[in-house]
């Protein structure tokens, strides 16, 4: 019984001490002891010593002029070391599995490669007629679902120099327009665009930083890709690239 007791102290005492890690937000990025404290529902005592051995292990920093405590070097660290072996081709296959079941097209992840977009995975459609890219293939940010919702997402020097590579004025004018739309509903289509015949949907992937390097699309014949269908699609692949955002440590 008094070892069960001991461990049960331990298990709080390792949980209150990420309790007090997560106290920590972009918006408060420093705290004062009787800050932490009150976060975490703990007595000063008990929260002073906690600090102490998360100061220890290099997880905490405390100022010595403002006293106020922020994350240390090794939480950079460790977050480092986990951004390293949280490859977005392993996170996304899964979830590209299933919307392929669902929708039964074929799913691409495709990946910001300078000015340009690459398709890094691929699930091929469960149909006999299918689209398909090449895993490799360079594509233009200009056209089609997955090029856009990426340009859709990138700063205004990035969309500068690829509005220069659209080949017309009415093109860019139409391009322009929708990526405002893109931004808003956070989901891009085209139909007949970058291929004749084909047509696709696709939906930012967010990382850790709010930013955008990749997306998931799905795609097939322009024939199947009906009015009802397409709105089908865009939910599903909406909620496939979200639950990847989250995976990679995005939080809106």
């Known amino acids: 019984m008094q070892?069960?007791?001991?461990?049960?102290?331990?298990?709080?005492?390792?949980?209150?001490?990420?309790?007090?890690?997560?106290?920590?937000?972009?918006?408060?990025?420093?705290?004062?002891?009787?800050?932490?404290?009150?976060?975490?529902?703990?007595?000063?005592?008990?929260?002073?010593?906690?600090?102490?051995?998360?100061?220890?292990?290099?997880?905490?920093?405390?100022?010595?002029?403002?006293?106020k405590y922020r994350l240390g070097q090794g939480v950079y660290y460790l977050g480092y070391i986990a951004g390293k072996s949280m490859e977005v081709r392993e996170i996304a296959r899964p979830v590209m599995e299933r919307l392929r079941d669902e929708t039964r097209e074929t799913v691409n992840l495709y990946v910001l490669e300078q000015d340009a977009r690459v398709c890094i995975e691929q699930c091929e459609g469960l149909q006999a007629l299918r689209h398909m890219v090449r895993i490799g293939e360079r594509l233009p940010l200009w056209a089609g679902a997955g090029g856009k919702v990426l340009l859709a997402y990138q700063s205004p020097e990035v969309q500068e120099r690829i509005f220069a590579q659209v080949p017309t004025k009415e093109r860019l004018d139409r391009l322009t327009a929708e990526l405002e739309a893109i931004r808003e509903r956070g989901v891009a289509s085209s139909v007949d665009e970058r291929e004749v015949g084909s047509a696709a949907v696709a939906a930012p992937i967010f990382d850790i930083r709010g930013e955008v390097g990749a997306c998931l699309s799905v795609s097939g014949p322009a024939h199947r890709f009906t009015r009802e269908v397409m709105e089908q699609f865009k939910r599903l692949v909406k909620e496939g690239a979200q639950a990847i955002s989250e995976k990679l440590g995005y939080r809106p």
């Open 3 to 67: 070892e069960e007791k001991k461990h049960e102290a331990g298990l709080r005492t390792v949980q209150r001490a990420i309790d007090i890690l997560y106290c920590f937000t972009l918006e408060e990025q420093e705290l004062s002891l009787t800050e932490i404290a009150k976060k975490i529902s703990l007595a000063k005592s008990t929260t002073t010593r906690l600090l102490a051995t998360l100061e220890q292990n290099r997880l905490i920093v405390k100022d010595p002029e403002t006293l």
